[in-house]
């Protein structure tokens, strides 16, 4: 086969040889960007499992030794997680101070605060019940 492509190139006029040649080169350079943007795909690939993996240990604890954990449940048990510590967040302050951390307290937050804390680590902490972000 390879043979007869040959013969058929050679068969071909000056003009059309400098017509597939470019067509060659362009066929590669564009073989060439979908290699680099599969490596790009791969990469990106490759650091969301390393994050999902991340979490997954994070949320089961650390694996056996030669697995992993699954994937499929972190959304159902990162739910559970929040939902728990809302819960808590909907308490009163220990010490009705809003344990603001290193303010000279005789402690540093007690679970309520860390609670509402977790839920909002950029909000300023006030006592009372927790404001969320979320509709329900």
């Given at each position: 086969m390879s043979d007869d492509l040959d013969k058929a190139f050679y068969n071909l006029t000056v003009h059309q040889r400098n017509?597939?040649?470019?067509?060659?080169?362009?066929?590669?350079?564009?073989?060439?960007?979908?290699?680099?943007?599969?490596?790009?795909?791969?990469?990106l690939l490759e650091r969301l499992k390393e994050r999902l993996t991340a979490t997954a240990n994070?949320?089961?604890?650390?694996?056996?030794?030669?697995?992993l954990h699954s994937w499929h449940d972190l959304?159902?048990?990162?739910?559970?997680?929040?939902?728990?510590?809302?819960?808590v967040a909907e308490g009163d302050c220990a010490y009705n101070d809003?344990?603001?951390?290193?303010?000279?307290?005789?402690?540093?937050?007690?679970?309520?605060?860390?609670?509402?804390?977790?839920?909002?680590?950029?909000?300023e902490v006030h006592d009372g019940p927790a404001e969320t972000g979320t509709d329900g």
């Amino acid at each position: 086969m390879s043979d007869d492509l040959d013969k058929a190139f050679y068969n071909l006029t000056v003009h059309q040889r400098n017509v597939a040649w470019e067509e060659i080169a362009l066929l590669k350079k564009q073989v060439e960007a979908l290699q680099k943007e599969n490596d790009d795909y791969d990469a990106l690939l490759e650091r969301l499992k390393e994050r999902l993996t991340a979490t997954a240990n994070a949320l089961h604890g650390g694996p056996r030794e030669m697995s992993l954990h699954s994937w499929h449940d972190l959304a159902e048990i990162a739910e559970r997680h929040r939902d728990f510590i809302e819960g808590v967040a909907e308490g009163d302050c220990a010490y009705n101070d809003n344990c603001p951390p290193n303010a000279g307290t005789r402690h540093y937050e007690c679970d309520v605060c860390r609670a509402r804390r977790a839920l909002n680590p950029d909000k300023e902490v006030h006592d009372g019940p927790a404001e969320t972000g979320t509709d329900g």
